[in-house]
């Protein structure tokens, strides 16, 4: 299919008289520069990101917030990943793989864990990618806005696991 892609942009290329080897060249360069823009960024959130599991932080947190889990419906398994999900991709995959392993694929619990990783993104990481690549340096109401929706989720995944019990 890459193959076919790459084909059309060429002859489109031909067809409308462009240089395609300097139009690649020239994106290419503007992919380093952006690539360039964001690594500090991106560097420190994931600095950020080893610290705190590294600290106990994340089990901290979840036991200090079990009552408000319970509140919003969510099973107890979940709650480590629905604190994880805005920082890593694939840590919180590996959750649930985890919780999908322990409780098997049918249960509530991965249930509730499927619709919590899939409700939202990895904010932290998106926003870290996205404003450093615009150069944003007021995010002004981007982080409110990334939690409130992030604990949307949170609901919704609590909703889905009463309704799978």
């Not at 489109?12 to 964001?38: D, F, P, R, S, W």
């Not at 200090?64 to 889990?69: D, R, Y």
């Not at 919780?99 to 990783?117: K, M, Y």
Request: include cysteine.
């Amino acid at each position: 299919m890459t193959a076919v892609f790459v084909l059309v942009e060429l002859l489109l290329g031909v067809v409308k008289k462009v240089n395609c080897a300097n139009a690649v060249m020239q994106g290419a360069k503007e992919g380093m520069k952006t690539a360039a823009g964001i690594l500090p960024s991106l560097l420190c959130m994931l600095t950020a990101l080893a610290c705190l599991r590294a600290s106990g932080l994340t089990e901290h947190l979840t036991r200090l917030l079990a009552p408000v889990f319970s509140w919003m419906g969510l099973p107890l398994a979940v709650l480590p990943l629905f604190l994880l999900r805005p920082l890593s991709g694939s840590a919180s995959i590996a959750m649930v793989e985890e919780l999908i392993a322990a409780f098997g694929p049918d249960s509530p619990e991965a249930v509730a864990a499927c619709v919590l990783c899939a409700s939202g993104d990895t904010l932290f990481y998106v926003l870290a990618v996205y404003t450093g690549a615009c150069n944003v340096t007021k995010t002004r109401h981007t982080v409110p806005c990334a939690l409130f929706a992030w604990l949307c989720g949170g609901v919704a995944a609590g909703l889905v696991w009463r309704l799978a019990l």
